[in-house]
């Protein structure tokens, strides 16, 4: 069932004998509709356990709030006895002591009260340590019992006379009472409530059947493994059976569950199986003749030793009448929510009426207390409203409900109420009425509702009687209030001064005539504005902290505040400002009485500002203002110095400045001081350290100027300080950062010329040897060629890891995007490690995966320079076994528009090496860092080469790590994304000069004064079929270029005489001095520099192309080829 918070008990209502026949109980849960009735005790007992069964399920769920439940009606009880034994508060109602003929009543329910309820809580506090004996339970629910008998023998005893008292008191009383038979029913064990009775005894079992059949709920078996369901006996009338008709299977069960509502019944069912989740869902069934009936049911699953599950079991419960319920809410909701005033009552009495099937319904108010006349607000007649009309409470059922919470006749109304004439004329028969109360619990007036033949579901009536109520008498009490609160506004109108309410949030909700005059403002302007309207911004805060905060801590305050107009014009006004509470005291909003004290206050400002204007120098000023005697000790001290310093005014006074300065700073100080203290000479920016009253130091810089009396005396020094700390501290920053600028230079101008020093001489090697590969070798000879050739690249790759160091360091490092043969790479990088490998009899090997693209665009230069030096530590490191390089796809992207791709690669280098302490692994990748000190000593090298392979990856935008077990190995990887298109290759510059005719016919002229570089890039030349013209230095290419139009110019930039960048500005100045007769010549700058802004330097001077030495055949063919090809003709 679904049960309310905070009304999940049991209430059992007597009710006297005078109003309907003796021995008559109802029962209800909380504010649902679960209702039985009957005559006797043994069938008050069944209505109970009904109720009871319906919330087993709910126990299994949570019986942490049943226990809490049980704990608070426990306190309501006590409470209730309190009440009943000397006057006090029952559910929230003060009530009077119960009188003198009742009280041996109170005491004998209190006797049995102190029994049961030590009980009771043991169990509630403790279920782990309950009795599980039957005859535990047993004594449990007798001493239920033996309390319900005795509050039975007090509510006989009360009459009518304690009506109310009873009905509050007994709820309780019947609730504990319930819940206890609850307890012993279900069978608390451990903390845990077994539903088929597996633990409990056989005449617990018993108990729970008999309340099964009594609340119409039953219980179910579901064998998962072969179909079969078994019902209780009281489950197949709920679904429309007769004993004995249902077959038992699942398929039938889902034959009575409503067609929209059967996926959602099979949803929840196999999620609790699959899930192991408990069965808990609400669903329509309709029966064989097409009724419709709302069932809620709740299960659990029941699994092997293996957890697999085997069997569901649950219980149901017919709920259609809740469902009613809920909907004749809904509609009354609906009704009223649209409504408001007067319309309201119309709106509710009708819906009342229609709810409960009554013929008439009415809501009536008091004229006053003492007069007992009553004018109904709306009548409801048959439908339709009538007009409405007033009549007196004497000797009418009416009077008897402004005497007590309830009154209920289900029939004979009129024989019982002789001379009320309205009953008879309108012909009613049963009439059922209750008060209507406002929040401080003082009567409004009633509602009723009256049939012309007998009642019938009074429980239910009664319950959205209550419902209904509650909402008419919020109404009424609200009128009532607004009809106040109209005529206080009247008199407040009338007030010549501002008189403003608000709420508790401060927006207005009352704006009187002196207001208006006061501010200007039409109370249809500010009516639901914040106050703070009428202030000035800058007076907000002072509005919030000042004004309202004290206002709410004490209730009430005066003050005065700055307030405009709305002309704009600002004035001031003293408030007298006090809360406003409600009818049960607590804070409701505020109110406030102006009065314009404008001409006082322009009197004072006149004064204030006087003073304010010498003070203003002393106290606004970011310096510190101070007097020193003729002994330099501070005379006023402004109270700037506690920004600066930290001391409050006071604690200088007295003090000499000398005293807050470190020892060597004081007398640094005094030495300079002195001598112009001694002249009586003003000073300026004397700069000088303090110690803050929290001891870091605060540089100040000094101003003073002399002070004299009227006759000449000198009396001391009038001056500020003011705080350059901050400016020191940049000024520091400043140097230092030139330091490191400076630094920076000369790093660069080092590692620049140390490129040209190692470059040059690598260029005539790398050359010699691309030369040699370009003859007619010996396969041997051409072996070790090619060995020699790639261990210069080797050796050129070590200066490269410097500079690129330096350059990644300086964020200036630039990635290449251009294709190049993957598989090509990485069996060159193989190839070329493969004599190191062999040396150290290990096996290396390379793996490309079959999916790997041959040609990518990326950087090859960058990529081959991370594999080897991946590889060559793996060979490093590892004494014997193997190296294995792996390549593979990891993913892949979408094509493109331009049929490009994205891929990301994977490259692997695992060896069988000595491997890497977790502790080294979290360095690895730092510059300068190797596993340890004994690594380096053994194996030697920088511990740059992974530092750089790490953040060339990372650059290229992929990620590098390392698996490794000391002693076993390690495997290095790498992830790095490229890009594969799918174009067909231009052909590349042949080395044949026949087949590049251009080529072979074009001038070229080589600048350079390394004779070993020229051997270099002029043999390259000849080989590629060009004859080349050589000059020495700047001034004799500018001369050869006079002379005769070459086409290419190989220019070096460091040359003596005049160098590349001098001649390219002379050649290009004389190729615009000479018009457009000559085709400018095309200058590739040759440089052993290879350092960020030597390309742009080139281009600057006037250069169209830029080559780094040692310059490779294979660029040099390019360069010629481009520059001699297409582009160049179109030059």
């Not at 319900?148 to 009459?159: N, S, V």
């Not at 060009?1026 to 220019?1051: I, K, N, S």
Request: aromatic share 8%; net charge negative.
């Amino acid at each position: 069932m679904n049960i309310p918070k905070r009304t999940a008990l049991l209430f059992v209502i007597p009710v006297a004998g005078a109003l309907l026949a003796p021995g008559v109980f109802y029962w209800f849960l909380g504010r649902t509709s679960a209702y039985a009735t009957s005559m006797d005790v043994a069938a008050r007992q069944r209505a109970l356990a009904r109720s009871l069964v319906a919330d087993a399920s709910l126990l299994r769920l949570g019986e942490e709030r049943y226990r809490a439940e049980i704990r608070a009606g426990v306190a309501r009880f006590d409470e209730a006895l309190r009440a009943l034994e000397q006057g006090g508060q029952i559910m929230g109602r003060r009530v009077p002591a119960a009188p003198p003929a009742l009280q041996d009543a109170v005491t004998e329910t209190k006797r049995h009260w102190e029994g049961y309820r030590a009980t009771l809580l043991a169990i509630v506090q403790r279920p782990a340590a309950a009795p599980r004996a039957s005859a535990a339970y047993d004594r449990l629910a007798s001493g239920a019992q033996a309390l319900e008998q005795a509050t039975a023998r007090l509510a006989a005893a009360g009459g009518e006379r304690t009506a109310a008292l009873r009905r509050r008191t007994l709820w309780t009383l019947s609730a504990i009472a319930g819940l206890s038979l609850l307890l012993a029913g279900a069978g608390i064990r451990g903390g845990r409530t077994s539903f088929r009775g597996r633990e409990t005894a056989n005449d617990g079992n018993s108990r729970y059947a008999l309340a099964q059949r009594a609340a119409h709920i039953g219980s179910w078996e579901w064998d998962i493994r072969t179909g079969s369901v078994q019902w209780s006996d009281d489950i197949e009338p709920m679904f429309g059976f007769r004993p004995g008709e249902f077959s038992g299977t699942y398929d039938e069960f889902l034959e009575c569950v409503h067609p929209e509502d059967r996926r959602s019944v099979v949803a929840a069912i196999d999620a609790s199986v699959r899930q192991g989740r408990h069965y808990n869902i609400e669903f329509r069934i309709r029966w064989r003749d097409q009724t419709v009936r709302w069932i809620s049911a709740a299960g659990d699953i029941e699994r092997d030793e293996n957890g697999h599950p085997v069997r569901m079991l649950g219980v149901v419960h017919d709920v259609t009448e809740r469902k009613e319920t809920e909907e004749a809410l809904r509609g009354i909701a609906q009704t009223v929510s649209a409504s408001g005033g007067v319309e309201i009552f119309q709106s509710l009495t009708q819906q009342l009426a229609e709810t409960l099937q009554m013929d008439y319904a009415l809501i009536g108010q008091l004229r006053s207390e003492e007069n007992e006349i009553v004018d109904t607000i709306a009548v409801c007649a048959h439908g339709e409203i009538i007009e409405n009309f007033s009549y007196g409470l004497t000797g009418t059922p009416c009077e008897q409900v402004m005497n007590q919470e309830y009154c209920c006749f289900p029939q004979g109304v009129q024989q019982r109420f002789p001379g009320d004439v309205l009953l008879v004329e309108m012909g009613v028969q049963g009439y059922m009425g209750i008060p209507l109360f406002d929040s401080r619990g003082h009567p409004l007036g009633l509602m009723a509702v009256l049939t012309e033949r007998p009642f019938t579901n009074i429980p239910f009536a009664e319950y959205m009687m209550q419902i209904v109520g509650a909402r008419a008498a919020a109404e009424l009490e609200r009128m009532r209030t607004e009809k106040a609160m109209r005529h206080q506004a009247r008199i407040i109108d009338q007030i010549h001064d501002a008189v403003v309410s608000t709420d508790l949030d401060g927006y207005v909700t009352s704006w009187n005539h002196g207001a208006r005059r006061l501010l200007g403002f039409e109370a249809n302007e500010m009516l639901g504005r914040h106050i703070s309207f009428v202030y000035p911004k800058d007076e907000h805060r002072f509005l919030e902290e000042q004004v309202l905060a004290p206002l709410k801590e004490k209730g009430a305050h005066e003050t005065e505040v700055r307030m405009y107009r709305k002309s704009g014009e600002d004035f001031f006004a003293h408030l007298f400002l006090s809360m406003q509470h409600d009818d049960r005291g607590e804070p409701a909003g505020m109110i406030g009485y102006a009065v314009d004290v404008s001409q006082r206050r322009q009197a004072e400002e006149a004064l204030r500002r006087s003073e304010e204007r010498f003070r203003s120098l002393v106290e606004t000023t970011s310096d510190w203002v101070w007097e020193v005697d003729q002994n330099a000790i501070y005379t006023y001290v402004s109270p700037r110095v506690r920004e600066l310093l930290g001391y409050e005014p006071d604690e200088l006074l007295g003090k000499t400045p000398f005293e807050l300065m470190p020892p060597g700073e004081a007398q640094r100080v005094a030495d300079i001081f002195g001598p112009i203290a001694a002249q009586q000479r003003p000073f300026n920016a004397l700069e000088n350290a303090n110690r803050h009253k929290d001891g870091h130091l605060v540089v100040l810089e000094t101003s003073g100027v002399p002070i004299f009396d009227g006759a000449g005396r000198f009396l001391g020094y009038r001056g500020i300080d003011r705080d350059i700390t901050e400016r020191k501290r940049t000024e520091e920053a400043l140097r230092a950062r030139d330091a490191a600028l400076e630094s920076a230079r000369l790093k660069s101008q080092f590692l620049a010329n140390m490129s040209h020093e190692i470059r040059t001489p690598m260029n005539g090697v790398l050359g010699m040897l691309e030369l040699l590969r370009g003859t007619q070798l010996k396969p041997q000879q051409r072996e070790y060629a090619e060995l020699a050739h790639r261990s210069g690249e080797i050796l050129l790759n070590v200066l490269n890891d410097i500079l690129d160091l330096s350059k990644i360091e300086a964020g200036k490092l630039q990635l290449e995007c251009v294709a190049f043969d993957l598989p090509e790479l990485v069996g060159e990088v193989a190839t070329l490690s493969a004599a190191g490998a062999r040396d150290k009899g290990l096996a290396l090997t390379h793996e490309i995966a079959v999916d790997v693209p041959r040609t990518v665009h990326g950087d090859p230069t960058r990529l081959r320079q991370v594999l080897t030096n991946l590889v060559s530590n793996a060979i490093k490191f590892t004494e014997q076994g193997r190296v294995a390089v792996r390549t593979a796809v990891e993913a892949r992207g979408p094509a493109s528009a331009e049929d490009v791709y994205a891929i990301w690669l994977r490259f692997e280098v695992s060896d069988t090496g000595i491997g890497i302490s977790p502790q080294a692994r979290a360095h690895i990748f730092e510059a300068f860092s190797q596993a340890d000190s004994s690594t380096t000593r053994r194996f030697g090298g920088t511990g740059l080469g992974l530092a750089i392979c790490k953040r060339l990856i990372e650059q290229m935008g992929g990620k590098v790590g390392v698996h490794s077990t000391p002693g076993e190995g390690s495997v290095f990887w790498f992830t790095m994304p490229a890009q594969v298109k799918n174009v067909v290759r231009s052909p590349r510059l042949a080395g044949n000069t026949s087949q590049n005719p251009r080529v072979r016919s074009s001038p070229v002229l080589v600048v350079e004064d390394n004779a070993l570089s020229q051997k270099v890039i002029v043999g390259m030349l000849r080989r590629l079929g060009c004859e080349a013209d050589l000059v020495t230095d700047g001034r004799a290419a500018v001369q050869a270029l006079r002379e005769r139009p070459y086409r290419v110019v190989f220019m070096d930039c460091q040359m003596p005489e005049m160098d590349g960048y001098e001649a390219t500005r002379l050649i290009r100045q004389n190729e615009q001095a000479g018009g457009t007769e000559r085709t400018p010549a095309t200058i590739v700058a040759m440089t052993a520099h290879a350092m960020e802004g030597d390309r742009e330097q080139c281009l600057a001077a006037g250069m169209d192309d830029y080559v780094a030495k040692p310059v490779a055949f294979a660029v040099l063919r390019e360069r010629l080829q481009y520059w001699l090809g297409s582009s160049a003709a179109a030059r």
